[in-house]
């Protein structure tokens, strides 16, 4: 079994090092290569799940010692326990789907094995980050993956990308990642030197032991949430991710939707001893995550871009796994996580379906007609989008209603109604996405002569629309079943949701989503949609205004990089280092003494090493008689 | 006798290479090769020699040298410097190897000055007599001086002009520091004997024979300014840096390398082993201010690179960014953060020696080093783009390759310590800067085609030689990212030695440390024997 775990991360890491080395000569073996060794990691996954429906107790795998120095001592561990498991299974069997799906899509590209190398990297990556068994280990992975998104946001580096570049895209990603990882890696220091450990294991016993004070708990989940807010895409350092749409679809799906951008959410269900202690750190995950979940979708109002849209639909829905996290509802959260892994893959790779089929298009305004015309990519993203807009019976809607009455039950009310307010705003953008895309008839010339999907895209398709359908029956409303909850239990413990008023807020929530399903349908779906009018900038400010996004990352270029750009510059570089440190002091005042020296020196000796010489000797006599007396 | 061969082999060499025929380039360029891989593989058998258990000196030859004035032929190597022979060791080749397209004129000449350069090196690293030391320290300077003056670039002359400027008005200092500590030694030992009138006879410059708890307070601070000034200028600690974009831009490649891969670690190791293991009282006094320098170096030298338009420049400004994590967690008084500081020497020689040569080999398809004449490079080089990713990242400190333990060891420590917290965390924001500015140069060097300056690159790939020259690099980034142990456990034990022999708590803050200096000459005046 250990042997099994420590494998896990290694076949994908394996597939990456042939894929790197030798992939131009295997061609199109290339993905085959590296969907196998993803399937092995699932099925070890799939073996490691049996294993704890039987036996609840963690496994703990020793590696080796990577930084053993001092007090500080990291341990390269594997802990597997119940949340590590259904990470585990997220991970490689959406990842191993994905990877199948990029076959037909990816098919034809120049540097189709490096693709799957990528992949594969990121993969291995990512469960390198869900088996830590410490917070350093986990930066490991943390970081990584995020240096797997940089490459593959940037996989098409000559392509153009809004006013830049992809490569610009995948830079800002990076960076702004960096930002956060800046507030995770001083939030491990805080937690090594308050626990002398930087492990999970050892964090919590002294948390249980009172070694950590509330007030150190409160700074150092602060810190480890700006490091989430990063990675997961949330005010204030979401704005790398709709750039990120600049990668290939299946990137899109794989990473900046299904996986990685939810490592900040398991981050903060793994540290949950540190929150336990620290009501301020919830609230404000609690808060973060309401506000980002309005403020995206607010943003997806006004998109254009089918794949931003999605992007933004995910950064909301982020914001309700951390809703979740942080009212202490682990369990849903991460239950929302699961379901928001089958059906944001869904649509992500059913827009792919789409644009593949309109070569390369993805504005939705000269979309149109499509249902008819693709009847399975037209059923399978209407599945995706029900479950988005967290429509009854499907698994959105168990796993939100889970998040939300969690939230209720925590007693945070205007938490509950900023998320009934965004399940209605999300039900409008998605729907308004839905039926620009497939109703109405082709509003451009690229939809007359479709390129058909593969068959290995399709059926992938299907099967997450049957996951997105299903995948909530594990976790029902009114105590009918919590076979997720009560897995996850050993873990991160029960939360009650006794005394509340299921039924009245779940028809609340009902009445939110289908108003924002019908004034999509009126606005969007009753009748033909003319292409320059979507396309125009609207009218009313307000729209404008989102059209906009809220204009953040103009705020951030005058607020931040340009100051930052001028001030190094203009201040630091040509006034500092060039005219006072450099000009100033060097080369004029050290310049003359130089010259000075020399003159006094040359009425003996000529040459300038010489004179050195000299004056060395000279300064040297003059010392030792000073200091011997 | 194992460490006057590793620095007499290179001396050797540079002699042999004197009686080859200028004209047969290629010969001459083998020679050294072959002479400078022979002392990599002479320096590894003897790492594996090496106890890495004992934290003290090792190989130690110590026999008297100018009797007349005390100075004794002291050699030895421990976990400070071990990695950092290691280091100059593999460097050396790489450059040799680096230059043989790049240069053409006076060919044995120039791998000669590498060897000279090389030798000069070790014997810093390895010298434990301050005579001695010195005379390495002064040997070094002249073949880069050399290498930078001949075979460097147009504005050759005003950049050995200031190179030399500015590391003789340290070196003059540190030689008269040399002497006054000798002097003032004396006199504390034979006061100490109560034979205040005879102190010449104690006169020694071996560094064992310092008896540092004698020191008062007074002597402690200016011995220590004399020689911090001079290690400080070559590491170089802001702000005195701006010799080293200078030298760098004019450096040829293999200058750039050797400079920025070895010489300026000879700064940050002699602060070590000199400023810290002789003055310990004053370290402890001056720590704040050196800090504060070595944390506004980080954010400093990381913004001055985010401007940058010269690639050499903008490598040049990152390492100043990055010696100040070297500097932070050295003085941070933490056997982490000085373990971090020792490990980050390494990490950066090996990073930022191989962002050289990759810029090195830009420069000779491309004859810019502007960055808005360069780009569209990783298409027609996937295999250079792969590599240059990898050292660039390396530099970056993702986790899992070299740079990221120094750093995090570096920071860990400082913020361990309570005096020197929130140095960590203005220091952590150079991480994030980092990425701004080296995503940046690769993404400006690599990706970006500029319309109307290069529409489609035709250059070739690596050949075989730059394959060579870089994989070593590339292989220690990966090697030391994901199994640092080899090296951290001689580092850690040597830097917990340094602490205790400061006389403090290896793990402790340092408000521990009496804020008086001056009381505390007057402990342990027990001196039985004269020391030599």
Known sequence: MTTAIALIPFWPLLGFLINILFGKRLRSASAYLAIGMLALSFLTSVAVFTRFVGDPASVLVPLFSWMSVGALNVEVNFLVDQLTVVMLLVVTGVGTLIHVYSVGYMHGDERYSRFFAYMNLFAAMMLVLVLADNYVVMFVGWECVGLCSYLLIGFWFERPFGSGTTNDAARKAFIVNRVGDFGFLLGVFLIWTAVGGVSFQQTSSAVESGYVTPGVATIATLLLFIGATGKSAQIPLYVWLPDAMAGPTPVSALIHAATMVTAGVYMVARSHFLFDIAPFSQNVVLWVGALTALFAASMGVQENDIKKILAYSTISQLGYMFMGVGAGAYAAGVFHLMTHAFFKALLFLGAGAVIHALHGEQDITRMGGLRNRMPLVHGTFLIGALALAGFPLTAGFFSKDSVLAGVYAHGDFAVWCIGVLTAGVTAFYTFRLYFLVFSGSSRDEKGRDLHAPASSMTSILLILAILSLVGGYVELPFHILAAFSAFLSPVVGMSSHEGIPELALMTVVFLFVLGGIGVSWAWYGRREQDATALAAEPANPFLRTLRRKWYVDEIYEVLLIRPIRWTSRTVLWRVIDEWIIHGFLVQFCGGYLWKAIGFVVSFSHTGRVGSYAFGIVVGVLVIISLIAR | ?532
């Open chain 2, 1 to 532: 006798m194992a460490l006057s061969t590793l620095i007499l082999l290179p001396v050797i060499a540079a002699l042999i290479l004197g009686f080859l025929p200028e004209s047969r380039k290629e010969l001459v360029r083998n020679v050294a090769l072959v002479f400078a891989l022979m002392v990599f593989a002479y320096s590894v058998g003897m790492y594996f020699q090496f106890d890495p258990s004992t934290p003290r000196l090792q190989f130690v030859e110590n026999r008297s040298w100018i009797d007349a004035i005390g100075a004794r032929y002291h050699l030895g190597v421990d976990g400070v410097s071990i990695f950092l022979v290691l280091l100059t060791t593999l460097l050396t080749p790489i450059a040799i190897l680096a230059s043989y397209a790049a240069i053409g004129e006076r060919v044995r000449m120039f791998n000669a000055m590498l060897l000279l350069l090389e030798a000069g090196t070790l014997g810093v690293f390895l010298a434990q007599d301050l005579v001695l030391f010195y005379v390495f320290w002064e040997v070094m300077l002249v073949p880069m001086y050399f290498i930078i003056g001949i075979w460097g670039n147009s504005e050759r002359l005003k950049a050995t002009f200031v190179f030399v400027l500015y590391t003789m008005a340290g070196s003059v200092l540190m030689l008269v520091a040399i002497v006054a500590l000798a002097i003032v030694n004396a006199q504390n030992v034979a006061a100490a004997l109560s034979a205040p009138g005879a102190y010449m006879g104690y006169v020694s410059f071996d560094i064992s024979s310092i008896r540092t708890e004698l020191l008062t307070g007074t002597q402690q601070i200016w011995l220590f300014a004399a020689f911090f000034l001079a290690f400080a200028i070559k590491v170089p600690l802001f702000p005195l840096h701006t010799w080293l974009p200078l030298a760098h831009t004019e450096a040829p490649t293999a200058g750039s390398v050797i400079l920025a891969g070895v010489l300026l670690k000879t700064g940050g190791y002699a602060i070590i082993r000199f400023c810290l293991g002789l003055f310990p009282e004053a370290a402890v006094v001056y720590a704040p201010y050196i800090n504060t320098l070595a944390v506004v170096g980080i954010v400093y030298g990381a913004l001055v690179s985010l401007v940058q338009e010269d690639l050499k420049r903008l490598v040049a400004y990152s390492s100043v960014s990055h010696m100040g994590f070297i500097l932070l967690g050295v003085f941070s008084f933490t056997q982490e953060g000085m373990t971090g500081g020792i490990v980050q020497m390494v990490n950066h020689g090996i990073s930022t020696g191989g962002l050289f040569l990759c810029v090195g080999m830009l420069y000779e398809r491309s004859h810019t080093r502007k960055l808005e004449e360069l780009g569209g490079t990783a298409t027609a080089m996937p295999l250079f783009a792969g590599l240059f990713l990898v050292i660039t990242l390396s530099s970056a400190a993702l986790p899992g390759l070299n740079g990221f333990v120094g750093e995090f060891l570096a920071l860990a420590g400082a913020f361990s310590n309570k005096a020197t917290r929130w140095f960590s965390v203005v220091g952590a924001t150079g991480m994030i800067l980092a990425a701004a500015y080296l995503l940046w140069m690769f993404q400006q060097a690599m990706y970006t085609t500029k319309p109307g300056v290069w529409v489609k690159r035709t250059w070739g790939d690596l050949t075989v030689r730059e394959v060579l020259v870089l994989l070593p690099i590339v292989l220690s980034a990966v090697g030391i990212g994901v199994y640092p142990a080899p090296l951290l456990k001689p580092i850690a034990a040597s830097s917990q030695l340094v602490l205790q022999r400061m006389n403090l708590r290896p793990n402790g803050p340092i408000h521990a440390i009496p804020s008086g200096v001056d009381d505390l000459a007057t402990t342990s005046p027990d001196l039985p024997e004269a020391s030599r």
